[in-house]
């Protein structure tokens, strides 16, 4: 019988693709989602959809127990693609990144339905500000000391899972993750065609990058290998980039000659982000820049060593910057979005 697999978060930009690669390798695929949630990118007949109440943990155990019953036997994998990236207050981070993520474990565990492996997406973020002098790269082995709201949500759901005994967690902490469908990256895209690139801070950045496709077929690498069990790897293109290679990218895949190259100094990003946050506050609307993000663009050194990921279940992502934003922005054309 096929293996079954249930994502979380399915609706999202990465979830549409983990779906896509689980039924590519033949899985019986659950997409959890809400009543609410655009499957516009879900249209696969044989994707076998269910809606979660993760605020209520006594009616998800139920929920479980009933579908495990129906399915005769409990999921395989689990993975735990929910999580916010933009909320106006750390409450809002912490309720979906981390409560959810808790009532679900927790849920799983008191219904008998704990799978082979439970792989939980987090986020680079968690790292908090690395070597900006010697640039020496992140590693796995790293003590988290994140500095945004985000990280530390994301940290508390990591911590939650490190510590019950013998679950059978893996921790997967992406760098900035890219494809078709996602919207942050389109946007400096956007700008990039329009005959601008922005910047921030005047001291080297190095940038690195998964695309969407690798990350996938990473997650379930991780998932079909024996030795992931109770770790956690960072994922990213193993080589860094500089803002102006960057540029020079993804100019070359819109074929734009000229690009002008505009540096903002970090106090004037610091003021912005500060009056956008306020803004934000008052209308109870997440803004893209707010002092999370003004951390994040502020951070020097995003350079990560994949060592670990290598050696346990062989990643080896085959999209490069160059080919992976090639294949983005024809999708973005296609699409009408370029």
């Not at 609706?11 to 690669?21: R, S």
């Not at 033949?26 to 044989?46: C, I, K, M, N, P």
């Not at 690798?214 to 997650?219: F, G, P, R, S």
Request: proline share 3%; glycine share 8%; hydrophobic share 40%.
């Amino acid at each position: 019988m096929a293996k079954r697999v249930l994502v979380t978060g399915a609706g999202g930009f990465i979830g549409g693709f983990i779906v896509a690669e689980a039924l590519r390798r033949g899985y019986e695929t659950w997409a959890a989602v809400r009543a609410t949630t655009s499957r516009q990118f879900l249209q696969d007949e044989r994707i076998r959809f269910i809606e979660l109440d993760y605020s209520d943990g006594d009616a998800l155990c139920g929920q479980i127990k009933e579908t495990v019953n129906l399915m005769g036997g409990r999921w395989d994998y689990v993975v735990h693609n929910l999580g916010a990236t933009k909320c106006v207050n750390f409450l809002d981070f912490n309720r979906v990144n981390y409560e959810y993520m808790r009532t679900l474990v927790d849920a799983l565990r008191n219904a008998d339905a704990v799978p082979d492996a439970f792989l939980m997406m987090s986020s680079l973020s968690v790292m908090g500000p690395g070597d900006e002098k010697g640039y020496k790269p992140f590693n796995a082995k790293m003590i988290p000391l994140p500095d945004t709201r985000y990280g530390v949500s994301k940290l508390k759901a990591e911590t939650y899972v490190q510590t019950l005994q013998g679950f059978p967690y893996i921790i997967f902490r992406a760098t900035g993750v890219y494809g078709p469908h996602e919207r942050d990256y389109y946007m400096m895209m956007r700008c990039i065609k329009a005959g601008f690139d922005f910047s921030v801070g005047f001291k080297k950045q190095l940038l690195t990058f998964i695309y969407v496709k690798d990350l996938a077929c990473a997650i379930f690498d991780a998932l079909e290998s024996n030795a992931t069990r109770r770790k956690t790897y960072l994922i990213a293109e193993p080589r860094s980039y500089t803002q102006k290679e960057f540029r020079h990218i993804v100019a070359g895949a819109l074929r734009k000659r000229w690009v002008l190259s505009v540096c903002c100094p970090l106090w004037v990003l610091y003021a912005v982000s500060a009056v956008a946050g306020f803004i934000g506050k008052l209308t109870l609307k997440p803004s893209t820049l707010n002092s999370d993000k003004y951390k994040i663009m502020k951070q020097r050194n995003w350079s990560c060593d994949t060592t670990d990921a290598v050696r346990d279940f062989n990643f080896s992502p085959r999209y490069d910057l160059e080919k992976g934003v090639a294949e983005a922005v024809a999708w973005y054309k296609q699409a009408g979005w370029l």
